[in-house]
């Protein structure tokens, strides 16, 4: 749902229409054209706030490097999300070389063919750092172009295709087109998990931006949701993204005390400044889950064990998780 709003462009020279997403009204919408403040009327805020939007309060900063200072929100769903994807997203991970935090690379021009090649390392880290995600292997076609409601979108034509767009305006910072290309990988991402949420769109944002902290993009968070231009006049601030900077930040340490906690690799020389954060949550083994898996479809201890047994017997040079493996096949294929 959008909502038109008029609003004097200095870029034209006169009145024109804007139109905004209706959850971006409590969002301090800019123009983009002249890259001004939109004025919302009170009552167009009150038909958002009733359609479930949020105010996001943005923090003002003198520069876009990252800003580890910001103050730490933990709201109503973001640990609980956090720890949901986390837990799914960093099963069956092995010792992967080089850093889990994915810094900003080469500036990015206005180019198809740039954008599409840092897609494809983006893809690539999320593959590599949240195995226990379904990360697709075709990797979308980048367009360029005039996006009036949004920085990037994510789109599935009805023939399956995926592209992502992002609007042309969005180039004039590098930064917040790292943030724009995550945001929409991480919409694919969790499609192809079967982890979106298709009823709200609020929810699913927020999701997603969750994951890109999971998948190891928080550096490109951190640098990209907050961006100011310097004019002539002054400077025009603009906040990319569907949480506040106070939980970009809260997800940011998270993540960092989570991975360190439970001793996941990737994280030399990254300074832990919340240690006890991410206190209490554990992340399984592929063992784990499969015995969680096994437990449920076979209550009684008595023959889950001499299942187990009669496998280590017949195949003594399997792993265990290969073993509970074994099993739960075995069951599910004689009850078909």
Known sequence: MYLDIRHKCQAVGRELTVRLPL????RRPVCPKCRKSIAVPWWQKLRAKMHGAAAVPVQR???????????????SDLRGFLEHFAGIAWTRQGKPSGNFLLSNRAPLKCDSDAANDALRMLYQHARVWAPGFDVPHHIPQVRIGALHEAAGTFGIDRDGWTTISVARETFQS????????????????????GLADRRSTTRNERMTDIAMFICGFGELVMNGHSVIKRTASGSTHTHFGY????????AYHW????????????????SVLHPSLAEGFSVASELDILM???RE????????????????????SRTEVEIIQDVIDGYLADRR
């Open 23 to 26: 959850l971006d009204a409590l």
């Open 243 to 250: 949480l506040d900077s106070s939980e970009y930040s809260y």
């Open 297 to 316: 479809l076979l209550p009684d201890e008595g023959v889950r064990e001499r299942l187990i047994r009669h496998h280590r017997l017949r195949y003594p």
């Open 174 to 193: 590098s930064n917040a087109v790292w943030l724009t290309l995550a945001h929409e990988i991480c919409h694919h991402i969790l499609e192809q998990s």
């Open 61 to 75: 900063r003198s520069s876009t490097s990252v800003n580890r200072g910001f103050s730490i929100k933990e709201s």
């Open 292 to 294: 969680r898996r096994l």
């Open 255 to 270: 993540v960092i005390s989570a991975r360190t906690k439970n001793k996941l690799s990737g994280m030399n020389g990254v």
